[in-house]
Every structure is written in C-alpha cells, then in structure tokens.
C-alpha cells in the first residue's frame, strides 16, 4: 500500500481527512473483502456535498456570476481585462481568496468603487488574497477587479498559434483550462466545486470570427478596425470548461434538435470539418436519447486549432480539437482516420453531459469524467460503425492500463489529489483506460438497458452539480437492483490487477473449473513484494468459438465449478471484456494453445496478451509466448497480429545495442513478412478496412526490423510520389514516409523538410517533420535536435520530434544531451509540463540503471509534488525494461537459435 502523507503532499486539512477517510475504507476492505456489497456506498466514499469536497480554497465565499471583459493584445502578448463578479459571503470575511497566476493586478474594489483592497500574490499556492478594511457581512456583494494576464506561447490559459497559410503566417489565440487555467486568463475561484454563470465580452479585430461557450448576442465596432464581441451568459459551470477561440475563422453548421451544432476552421478550411459536423450532429441526437436529459446549451462547437495542443478539450459548447484530429479531408487523409476522429468527437461529446453538466467535485474524480468519456466514446463507434469493431481494434487500451497498474507505482483510478501538479499528471493511461475497462465489465455485468437506466437517473438528479463516484454507484444500484458499489470499489478505491489462476481437473468425464484469485505484479528483480488485493472481479467462463454461451461468476477469494467434459478447453476472461489478468493451468493451457484457430479473435488476442504478460511478470519463460506465435495463422485479423507485432517491437527496443539485435529482428522479419505478403503493396478495398491497415503497420515494423525488400519498396514508391502525388494511396503515405525517414540520407532528409514546410495541411505537416525526425542518421538528428529549439513547429511538436530521434531514429543519449544543454530555453517555450512530465516520460526510453539515476539526479524533475511522481513511475519503468532485457533476450536469442 502507499503511504499518503501530509509531507509529501502538502496537503491541507480537508484533504487529510479525506485520506484517512480512504485509508480506512480501503483497510475494512482488505481485511473482510466483502463489506462494500453489504454496506453499500456508504463503506466507500460518502455522497457529493460541498463542504467536504477536498480544494484549497476557502469556501466562505462563493461566486455566482462572472461578468468578463477581454481586450487580448495580440502582438504584445498581453491580456488585459476586467470583471466584475457577484460574489455570496457565507461568513463575515475581510480576507477573501481566489486564484491567480502571472496576473497583475491595477485595483479591487467592492460594492462601490471607493472600498478598495490590499493585494497579496502567493505565486505558488497560484492564489491572490484581497483584504479590505472591513469584513465584509453575510450575503451577496459585487466584486469589480482590474486585471492584466497573459498570452501564452504554451498551451496553458490563453495561448497563440501561428499557422502556415497560402497567404503568409496567421496568428489565432485560444484557450485551454483544465485542470487548472482558468486563473491564468482571469482571477477565479478555480476548483470544479466552484460552479458559477460566465458572461463574456471581448475585443478582437473585425476579421476575426470569436467563439465561445455560448452564442454571440451582440457585434459593435470600435475604433481601429475592432470590434466588441459579447456572448450569452452561460448556465452554471465549472471554471476549467471556459473557452475562448479568436481568429480569421469560418463555420459550418446544422441544426439537430434544436440545437446549432457547428465546425469551425481557419479561414478555407471549414469545408473539411463536413465529416466532423454529419458525426456531431448523429452523436447529439443519439447522447440526448441515451442520457435522457437534452444538450441544455443553444450550440455546440467543434473548433480545430492547427497546432499548439495535442488532443482535444471538452469546453462546454465549444470543444476544440487538434486540427488533424477534427478535419478530413479525402485528398489527404487515409480513409480510416474517421475512426479517430469519429471517436475523439464521441469522447468530447460524451462529456458535454458525464463532466460538463455533472461534474467531479474534485481530481481525485477524474475518472469519472475520462473512465466513462473513454468508454462512451468506443460504444458510440460500436454503434455507428460496426464495422470498424472497435472493441476488438481498441484492445490495447486495456493491455496498457494492466501494464502500469501491476507495478509498484500504480495508483488506485480514485486517487488523493493535493495540488495542481498532481491534477496535471492524472490524466493516464489508468485514469482514461483502466476507468473505461471498469465501466465496460460493469455494464456487461448489470445488463446494458440497466446500466442505461442509471446513468439517465444520474443525469437527471445531479444536472449542473458536482457528484463523487459513490454518486454514481447509487444510481446504478437502484436502477440495476443488483450490488455495484462492491465490485467497483474494489477497483477503484484501490491499485493493481487481479490475477485469475485456472485449473482443470477431471472427474471421470467431469471437469471442474477452480477459479483462485491473486495479485497481477510486475517488479524488478529483487524488489520488494506489494502487499496482497482482494477484488470481487465478474469473471465470464466460456467455451470456445465465441457464439456459445458464457457464464459470468462473481468472484471473491477461490471458487470451483463445472467446466463441460473431461478435457475440453475453457477459455476464461471469454470475449477480453473483464479487468484482470489469467494464468492457466498446464493442461488447459496446452488444450487452449491447440485450439486457438477456433477462438473468437478477442479471445485469440486476450490469450496471446496474458501469455506475454506472464512473461514480463516472470511467472513463464519467452518460449511459451513464442510458440504461440507460431500457431497465429498468416491470414489472421488485425489485433492479434497488432498484438505480437507490439511484443516484437518491445524486444527488439530493448536489444537496441545488445548482441541479441540482429537475432531478434531476423526472426521478427521472418515471423511477419509472410503476413504482408499475403496482403502485398496493393490492395483494392475502401482503405478502411483492417487489411489496408494491418498493411499499413506492416510495412513501418518491417522497415525498422530492416528488411531490404520492404526498405526498397518503400523508397521506390516514395520517389514515384514525389513525382505523381496520386501515385500512393493516403492509407500508405504516413508508413512509406516514416520508412524513408528512418533510413534518410541528408539529401532525403531535406526533402521531407521541404515538404512539410511546403504544406499547410496539419497532418502532412506532422507526416514530414516525424519523418524526417526519425533519421538514424546522428547528424540528421542533431538537425532535427536544432529546429526543435525554432519556432518552425509548436512547442508540443517540437517535444514530440525530440522523443522521435530518441526512439525511432534511435539517438536516445543524443537527445538527453540536448535536453539538458538547452533545459531553460525548452522550459520556456514547452510550460511547466515540460518540467513536470516530459523529461521523466523521455526517459523511459532506456532502459539501464545508468540512466534512471540520471534521472533521479536531474533536480528539476522533482521540482513539483507531480513531477516527483512521474520520476518514480519513469524510474521504475526503466528499472522493469533493464530487467526484462536481462532476462528475456538470452532466452529469446537462444530460442531462435535452437529453431534453426
Ligand atoms: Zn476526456
């Protein structure tokens, strides 16, 4: 178990009570294992109520309204504004405290322009303090503050792009608040409990189109060709969903229920966003129906920014996008990007309801928010889409949240959250894809119409509130009479993954299934043990073939049941829908190993996932994945081959260096070629299909296992591109590209700069420069390293680009040094993520004890309580990478060996 403490979190009293709250929830828990489904709700955390949700700010003074009045200073990089915000004193304060950061403030004044207060700034509490002469008396006063923040070069807060156009270099500003940033664009009580009304006015030039979170209501011009843009006020919400976009922009739009949902582009642009608007307004009639309470806003959004962020942020009625995450465009973009922009948009949507209507009270509930927008988003694509299956394709969202959660530095997906810091580095693969697993294997254990029925009565009770997860648990177990809050709590109130151990034995012509449960680890050699779980886990038991029935049982401690005839294979975790891993007998294992071909593919995937994980954990040696391997059929679907390519590309990481390299990607080579042969350079289909795509990653693995063939073909096609840009399929390009990239000579090198400077497409732009960044060539890394310090790319292009030379051009030390020599510069452009966790992230892509105490050593890593912890993740990674290195590669070397 953790140890929380007050020390290392800097945590104030209410959080503190809260942690001892949890701690004793999760001892009951370990101890008796049983007691959520007895108690219910009430053993986990209590019900939302204000009072008790943990923050930092004090709750004596609340606000109501906010109204705000922008004038952004676009070439000067400044943001002067004014508010005035209606504010309820719930006991008589003369000290009143809000947030901000790198704001100046010119006067605060209340209820007349004459009360004026002294203000103290506390940098890193991010707070400022007001204090007039008098307390001020219970009930409403009328707070007018003069302010000036700032635009950012980041993307924190208010933040500019400039964007490549046909017609020179544009500059937009936009915005992006959570979890913390609403106080760097303007003073605020900015925690989520703190739900307020937001109107807004701004002044921005007269060729520029403004969105916000609401629709405009009013245009006035000004002297010096601008204008002041006032939008309608908003319901009451959380500060970090605030947003605002300014720039030469256009839309398009469609009306759906009542509702103007729209798309918005920079100017020649919006035409591409037609598939992002048919897929927003199909997603806001279907999200009315299954929350069953109507999209309560006027409009809905959807805003691609080119460049300056990566993903895309929720904002209430204004959702922005990475630009090459929103728009498609048939000319440039495979025809399989619409799954991700399909999906990302259902994500964003989703929380329109699950976050922006009903919201977390606090961090520490971020799940609820990402766990279900996660899991919202691959329902809706399931839904729309069958085709796609994106089940079975998304399979290793879940393979990735089980690998870092069997490590030590795991942590529950409910988790204390003290500060800002530690809020920012929430936002994982725990969080995201274990929360999506949980509610997945949760729906499929209340039964889909239930789990509906719950989640529109939790809907309706909490609108434009905040709620705990132990909300939602109640809601679910009146609608679905059946016990969750067991079950749930005991994955989200506590770290790890349950380890499923099954053996068959047989009793004449019976077999008998023993299902025991365990802990899930992966450690480094030596390491310490982790203390045991106790999960109740719904464990599906099935035959194989996939259309059979399946029984799902609930499991606490050990069980034992019928499984079919004496002999028969079982499958268990049946159609990879549960949350933990399964270790198989040696009889049953063997039985299964043989039927593989009659497994469905998610069980084929589930079976190969888990036989590599006990891999990594030490419980089985690499021949045992490896043989499997051998029964995977040429012909196979997409994931399953997805999954071994993954295993292969991890091996082949680490023996970077290592005398066991041209073994391993000879066998790799050997092992995959034969699949691409079958699907070969040319494939007819839509380019949506998983051929074209497995096709796709088949040609980037083989070119980086270096096969000559593949290298060649890649190269030859590219210079026909070059010539007749028709002559590759778009499926193809971003594969070829990367291949060419990888092997680039100087003159090919700058080529692929050319052509991403030459474009004003985001995606290709992205296509040249990861390209070209990927060269193995160190002086062209060196070159990449350079125009990484430029303001030729966005700052989180240029960071990724630094990851690129380290991990496909495979320059690692040569980027760490220059990480280091140019720290402060990065540090600058990048924001305090790039302190708090780019550099730990980076380097995990090592893989030695050396360079995990050189992280250790680098101090500011560790500046923040969120920093420290990305370092102890990114050190105990790199520690379990050196280990498998160490174990795995002489297996996995003599293996290939003894097979030729
Ligand atoms: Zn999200």
Redesign the pocket.
């Known amino acids: 178990m953790r140890a929380w403490n007050g020390e290392e979190f800097g945590v104030n009293r209410i959080a503190v009570s809260q942690t001892l709250r949890r701690l004793a929830a999760a001892l009951t828990l370990s101890i008796s294992g049983v007691v959520c489904a007895i108690a219910g709700a009430a053993c986990a955390e209590p019900l939302f109520s204000f009072e008790g949700t943990p923050g930092k700010l004090p709750k004596t003074v609340v606000p109501i309204h906010y109204a705000i009045d922008l004038k952004p200073d676009i070439a000067g990089l400044a943001l002067p504004g004014v508010e005035i915000v209606d504010i309820e004193v719930r006991a008589p304060t003369a000290r009143l405290t809000l947030n901000a950061v790198n704001t100046t403030f010119a006067a605060v004044t209340v209820d007349d322009d004459t009360t004026r207060a002294d203000i103290a700034l506390d940098a890193g509490a991010e707070t400022a303090t007001f204090t007039f002469a008098q307390p001020l008396a219970i009930g409403a006063h009328r707070l007018r503050i003069e302010f000036a923040a700032q635009i950012n070069k980041f993307d924190r807060g208010f933040f500019y792009v400039d964007y490549p156009t046909d017609n020179g270099t544009k500059r937009l500003l936009t915005s992006k608040l959570e979890p913390s940033d609403a106080r760097r664009i303007f003073p605020c009580w900015d925690e989520p409990a703190f739900k307020a009304r937001f109107a807004l006015t701004v002044t921005v030039p007269r060729n520029f189109l403004a969105v916000g979170n609401m629709p405009v209501v009013r245009e006035r011009p000004l002297e010096s060709n601008l204008k002041q843009v006032a939008f309608a006020t908003t319901p009451d919400m959380s500060t970090y969903l605030f947003v605002l976009t300014v720039g030469e922009l256009e839309r398009i739009t469609a009306e759906v229920d009542g509702v103007t949902v729209g798309v918005v582009a920079t100017a020649g642009k919006a035409a591409k966003g037609q598939f992002a608007l048919d897929s927003g307004v199909k997603l806001l009639s279907w999200f009315n129906d299954y929350f069953g309470v109507k999209y309560p806003l006027p409009k809905l959004d959807l805003i691609a920014v080119p460049g300056g962020f990566g993903g895309a942020m929720?904002n209430w009625g204004g959702i922005t996008f990475f630009e090459s995450r929103l728009l498609f465009d048939p000319a440039t973009n495979p025809d399989s990007a619409r799954r991700g922009i399909f999906g990302i948009i259902a994500?964003?949507m989703a929380?329109q309801w699950f976050?922006d209507l009903v919201t977390m009270a606090w961090w520490d509930n971020l799940w609820l928010?990402?766990g279900f927008?996660?899991w919202m988003a691959t329902k809706a694509s399931e839904q729309f889409y069958p085709q796609w299956q994106s089940w079975l394709n998304g399979y290793a969202q879940k393979q990735y949240a089980m690998a870092l959660d069997a490590r030590r530095t795991s942590h529950p997906i409910q988790q204390p959250i003290a500060d800002e810091s530690e809020a920012m580095v929430a936002f994982d693969a725990i969080t995201?894809n274990k929360g999506q697993a949980l509610i997945r294997m949760l729906e499929n254990y209340l039964g889909e119409a239930a789990f509906r029925d719950g989640i529109r009565a939790y809907m309706t009770a909490h609108a434009y509130g905040n709620t705990t997860t132990a909300d939602l648990w109640q809601a679910l177990e009146s609608a679905a009479h059946k016990p969750v809050a067991g079950i749930a709590a005991s994955f989200t109130e506590q770290d790890g993954v349950p380890l499923i151990k099954a053996e068959t034995n047989c009793r004449g012509n019976d077999q008998r299934l023993t299902l025991r449960q365990n802990r899930f680890v992966i450690a480094p050699a030596g390491a310490a043990g982790l203390p045991p779980r106790d999960w109740q886990v719904p464990v599906a038991v099935g035959s194989l073939g996939g259309t059979q029935s399946r029984d799902v049982v609930l499991l606490e401690g050990a069980i034992e049941i019928p499984a079919r005839s004496c002999g028969e294979p079982v499958k268990v975790n049946s159609g990879d829908i549960g949350y933990y891993r399964v270790e198989y007998g040696p009889v049953n294992g063997a039985a299964l190993a043989k039927s593989m071909p009659r497994m469905s593919a998610a069980d084929r995937v589930n079976f190969l996932a888990d036989s590599w994980a006990m891999v990594a954990a030490g419980r089985a040696e690499p021949s045992s994945y490896l043989t499997l391997i051998s029964s995977v059929s040429a012909d196979d679907r997409r994931p399953v081959w997805d999954q071994v390519i993954t295993v292969l590309t991890t091996l082949n990481r680490l023996a970077r260096d290592r005398a066991e390299q041209p073994a391993v990607q000879r066998y790799a080579r050997a092992t995959l070629r034969p699949v691409f042969d079958r699907l070969g350079w040319d494939g007819s289909g839509s380019g949506d299909d998983d051929d074209t795509l497995l096709r796709a990653s088949l040609i980037r693995v083989l070119g980086e296992f270096g096969d000559e063939e593949i290298i060649a073909g890649a190269k030859r096609r590219f210079a026909g591109f070059l010539q007749d840009l028709k002559s590759l399929p778009s499926a193809l390009r971003d594969a070829v590209t990367h291949v060419v990239g990888i092997t680039a000579d100087r003159a090919t090198y700058d080529t692929l700069l050319g052509l991403a400077r030459k474009s004003t497409v985001t995606n290709e732009r992205l296509r040249y420069y990861f390209a070209a960044a990927g060269a193995r060539d160190a002086s062209l890394a060196h070159a990449t390293l350079a125009l990484a310090l430029t303001d030729e790319v966005p700052g989180t292009i240029a960071t990724g680009l630094i990851n690129s030379v380290a991990a496909s051009g495979e320059q690692p030390d040569l980027a760490w040094d220059f990480l280091q020599q140019n720290y402060d510069t990065l540090l600058a452009r990048q924001g305090p993520q790039f302190r708090d966790q780019f550099i730990a992230n980076f380097m995990t892509n090592f893989s030695d004890d050396g360079h995990a105490a050189a992280l250790a050593a680098f101090a500011p890593a560790q500046a923040t309580s969120g920093g420290r912890v990305m370092v102890a993740r990114a050190t105990e990674t790199i520690a379990i990478s050196a280990d498998l290195k160490a174990r795995a590669l002489p297996a996995v070397d003599a293996w290939i060996r003894q097979r030729n």
């Open positions: 929720e994500h964003e929380h976050g928010n990402e927008a996660t995201y």
